[in-house]
């Protein structure tokens, strides 16, 4: 009896692994038809230049509005896109649509922006992203300085990276390290890297409070981007005590729910047209 029971459960348990590998297959086929018919959508997350308070940037973060499965987050088709190959589809695609929306804000009259998007880190180190993003910046017909790539701490430090960080850079294109303190990377390595800016995780910017700024790793990180010269930008900015923190610290940008979540285009242009500094310059 024992054994049977044995038996029947490893028969669930390969009925469950196939169950969840035909999911699994499905997701991807779906998201890659996504790709193609307008499910993906690009919202765009205002920065703020925190001397002015002006809104200088925005970063792109995928959507995916599907028809079957409602909005999903980027946590719940990004990795699967990654493990498959599908995200090089995804960034370009994201690409595409941040040099057309470069163009029509210009040609809508709006201050020049900056638009960061995300790369994966199998589309830095294949090669052709500089290529990629020269034929994006040509066929919208914007300046390859209005782009920049953000890529994450632990890729940039890796021993792939290099060469195509250098090759986007050499566009003009500007290079953040995203995610920066989360990892444990070679500090010389990324030293020898062309790089503009470094952003602090929203888990360091979390741990900021009123009066606890010194020490931290906010501290750190902003200390470091300005002993090489960088600029230093904050995520995940929720509350006005974190924001007087990072000034206090001498921080160069901030984004999160405090200035405005992720938003369509459109909102991007009203917030901008609108024009008053958000939350008070210093
Ligand atoms: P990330 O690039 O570090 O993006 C920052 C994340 O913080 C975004 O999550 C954003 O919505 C979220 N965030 C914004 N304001 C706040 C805040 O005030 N507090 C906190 N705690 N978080 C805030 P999102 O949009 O879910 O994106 C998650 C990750 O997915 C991104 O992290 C990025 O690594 C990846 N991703 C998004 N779009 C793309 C894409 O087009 N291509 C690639 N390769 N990756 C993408
Ligand atoms: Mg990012
Ligand atoms: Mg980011
Ligand atoms: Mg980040």
């Not at 990629?132 to 790539?149: H, K, N, W």
Request: glycine share 10%.
């Amino acid at each position: 009896v024992a054994k049977a029971g044995g038996k029947d459960r490893v028969r669930v348990f390969e009925r469950g692994m196939r169950e969840e590998v035909a999911a699994q297959d499905e997701l991807v086929r779906d998201l890659r038809a996504a790709v193609g018919t307008g499910e993906l959508r690009v919202l765009y997350q205002p920065q703020v230049d925190l001397r002015s308070g002006a809104v200088t940037g925005v970063e792109a973060l995928a959507r995916w509005q599907s028809a079957t499965r409602g909005l999903v987050e980027p946590a719940g088709f990004i990795p699967v896109a990654e493990a498959t190959g599908v995200i090089d589809e995804i960034d370009d695609w994201v690409i595409a649509q941040a040099c057309a929306q470069l163009r029509a804000w210009d040609d809508a009259g709006l201050p020049p922006l900056r638009v960061a998007v995300n790369v994966s880190p199998r589309r830095l180190t294949t090669g052709d992203l500089a290529v990629g993003i020269a034929a994006a910046t040509r066929d919208a017909g914007v300046d390859p300085g209005r782009l920049e790539i953000e890529v994450p701490e632990a890729v940039a430090a890796g021993p792939d990276a290099a060469a195509g960080i250098r090759a986007v850079r050499a566009l003009g294109v500007h290079v953040a390290i995203d995610d920066f303190g989360t990892g444990a990377s070679s500090l010389s390595r990324l030293q020898d890297l062309p790089l503009d800016r470094l952003k602090i995780d929203p888990s360091s910017v979390a741990l900021l409070a009123a009066g606890a700024a010194a020490g931290s790793v906010a501290d750190a990180v902003i200390a470091l981007g300005n002993s090489l010269g960088l600029q230093v930008v904050a995520e995940g900015v929720e509350q006005p005590a974190q924001l007087a923190a990072l000034r206090s610290l001498g921080c160069d940008a901030a984004q999160g729910h405090l200035f405005g979540s992720p938003v369509p285009a459109a909102t991007v242009e009203r917030l901008v047209r609108a024009g008053r500094p958000l939350l008070g310059a210093a």
